[in-house]
Structure formats: C-alpha cells, structure tokens
C-alpha cells in the first residue's frame, strides 16, 4: 500500500522495470512525472521515450505517468546536477543523469522536496491512468466524440484487432448486456447509447480507416467479447447479436465509400489483441485503450503533436504494406465469415477460414 513518486526521463531500463514490477506485485502506487521534448528533435525524442513507457503503462493499473513540455536539454542538462527525484513515504532519493551518484534526504530536506513533486504535479497533464469503470472509459474518448458532436471536420484512423463495436451497438444490445448489478445502470446505458450514437456519426460522416484482423473477428464471434470495454462490465454478447453488429460494420463500410475496413496479417503485424486505439488527426489525439482479464484496463490520452503525427504517419502508412488487404479484399473476406457464421456457428466458420487461409499461406 505504499507510494513512490518518480521525476525524471524513463531512460534506465532496470528502474522501470523495478517499477513496473513492484507495481504489478502489489498495491504499490507509483506516479512518475515526465518531461515531452518541445525542440527540434522533439518527434524522434519523443517517440522513443514513449516506448520506453508503453511496457509499463499497458502492464500495470498503478502506475500513472504525467507530462510537461520543455527543451529536454534544459531539463537534464549538466547544469542540473541531479535531476531524477524518487519520493517513497518517508524519504527522497536524488540521483544525477548517469545513476551513479546519489543523496538520501530525510526530515525538512524530504519535505521540501516532497512539495516540490506536488508543485510540479500541478503543472502536468496525465499521459496514462488506471480505468476501472465505464465513466472512465467514457471520458477518455470525450474529446473525439465531442468533436463529432459539434460537426468539427476531422479524419480517424482506428486499429480495434477483433471488431470495432461500439459504433454499430444498440439500446437493445446494452439493455441486455450491460450488467445488472453495475451502479447506475439506466443512466450509464443512455451514455453508453449516446456514445455509439456518436461513434456512429463519425463512421458515416468522416473519413474513417479502420484496421482489423482475421483472428480477432473470429474471436468476437466465438466469444461475443471485445477489447473496447472490460469483461467485467457486460455479458458476452449472443450469437444473434454478433452476427448483428458484423451485417452492420459490412453494411455501413459498403454504403460509405471513406469508411475503409482494412485486414491485416497479424502474424507480419502483431499488435496485442487487448488493444483498442484511435486517432484524431484534426486536433491531433491519440485515445488508447489495453484492457487485462478483469475489470480495469489503461486509458492513455496523448494529445502532443509530435506523437500523434508520428502514430498518423505509422498508420497512413500501413495502408501500402502488404500485409494490408485493400477495401474490397477485406470486404469479401469478412462477408465470407458472416455467412458461414450465420448459417453454421462460430465453431465452423473458423474452421473453413483457417483451411483456407493455410492453402493460401502453402501457396
């Protein structure tokens, strides 16, 4: 039940993954405050902070990661002779850029550096948090859909590896799915409603690439689960629910002519199945999602411009790579699986597209 607060760049590996570790193992709570490049090189600089964090934020629900803006090199310059700061409960541990020198400070020296972590924490805005309820989920996609809401122009790019669900759910899907027992039901359903109504808006009324793979529609199928919300908040949806959702993902991606479903390989691309991810390009977001076997799963917002183009240009580019299927590849594949779905179950229709996918990988 302790806490640790970190200040510094996530450029050691073993202190992350001490971190990361001692978070996962227990109720540590860890908040680790950042600094996001803002000078030329801020792009490269950027991303490749970003993934040294993604391991340990996608990995463990107590850890929080905030951010502020700043040339990195005044930050950790040779001019800041320490620049990490680590706060437990009773001490401060400051350590030079190197990790090779350190002062332990208790007493006045600990709290004064403890109100400084608390000072810089009100200058930062949160890069990543622990989402255990639906209201969290909700807020972390309020920013796009209250973009759609006000007719703001835009462009989308979603990668959802199973099936992007909430557009095409109903009232009738949530009042039969939602669970009971959650607190406030009625009035989390008509949020929940509202927000595929949205979604919805934007499927048909803004460009929209979505990117998806075989073997997570199969498992959508089979399950009637998807990565965009927790186990713990719905019951599978039925079969004649399934087939619902997927006859309208086809039906809205042939009646639109910007809305591009997009398969991809998953063995060439394997991005984790547990991630749901969607990108703003207009006001430059990127919304993340990465739910574990329980209730809570890791919302990340990013909303730094320097990320979100980079993660825009990654995308866009895929629509080159072969191991994406064009519009009308993937069209044809899926209105496949939603016959042989229909008419046999999940169970069989996995199985006469896995026989024929190993004839074409023989191939």
């Known amino acids: 039940g302790g806490t640790i607060d970190l200040l510094g760049q996530p450029e050691n590996a073993f202190l992350l993954q001490l971190l990361q570790n001692a978070s996962a193992g227990s109720a540590l709570h860890i908040r680790h405050i950042l600094c996001l490049d803002n000078g030329a090189d801020a792009e490269e600089t950027n991303l490749r902070c970003l993934g040294e964090l993604l391991p ?3 990995a463990s629900g107590n850890y929080e990661a905030y951010h502020y803006y700043s040339a990195l090199s005044s930050t950790t310059g040779h001019m800041t002779p320490f620049p990490i700061l680590l706060l437990t409960s009773s001490c401060a541990v400051q350590l030079n ?3 090779t020198a350190a002062i332990v400070s208790t ?15 009100r200058h930062c805005r949160p890069l990543a948090r622990a989402a255990d309820d639906l209201g969290h989920y909700l807020e972390n996609y309020g920013i796009i859909r209250d973009r759609i809401q006000a007719g703001e122009k835009d462009t989308f790019l979603n990668l959802v590896p199973d099936l992007c669900c909430m557009p095409f759910l109903d009232r009738e899907l949530l009042e039969a799915h939602l669970l009971q027992s959650l607190p406030d039901r009625e009035v989390m359903v008509e949020r929940l409603f509202q927000l595929t109504r949205k979604s919805l808006a934007g499927v048909r009324e803004y460009p929209v690439v979505q990117f998806l793979c075989l073997e997570g529609v199969w498992r959508f199928l089979r399950t009637g689960r998807f990565s965009e919300a927790p186990d713990a908040f719905y019951t599978p949806i039925s079969p004649a629910g399934r087939a619902r959702i997927l006859r309208r993902v086809i039906q809205e991606a042939e009646a639109a002519e910007h809305f591009q479903l997009r398969l991809y390989n998953h063995t060439l691309l394997p991005f984790p199945d547990a991630l749901s991810l969607t990108i703003g390009l207009e006001e430059q977001t990127v919304c993340m999602n990465c739910r574990d076997a329980g209730s809570s799963f890791t919302a990340l917002s990013l909303q730094e411009p320097s990320l979100s183009n980079a993660f825009a240009d990654y995308f866009f580019s895929l629509l080159e790579n072969p191991a994406v299927l064009s519009k009308q590849e993937s069209l044809a594949q899926l209105q496949a699986i939603q016959k042989a779905f229909e008419k046999n179950g999940a169970s069989d229709s996995i199985s006469s597209i896995v026989r024929r996918k190993n004839c074409s990988d023989d191939m």
């Open 107 to 121: 007493g006045p020296a600990f709290h004064l550096l403890e109100k400084h972590f608390q000072e810089s924490l």
């Open 97 to 99: 850029a190197d990790y």
């Open 56 to 58: 340990t934020l996608l």
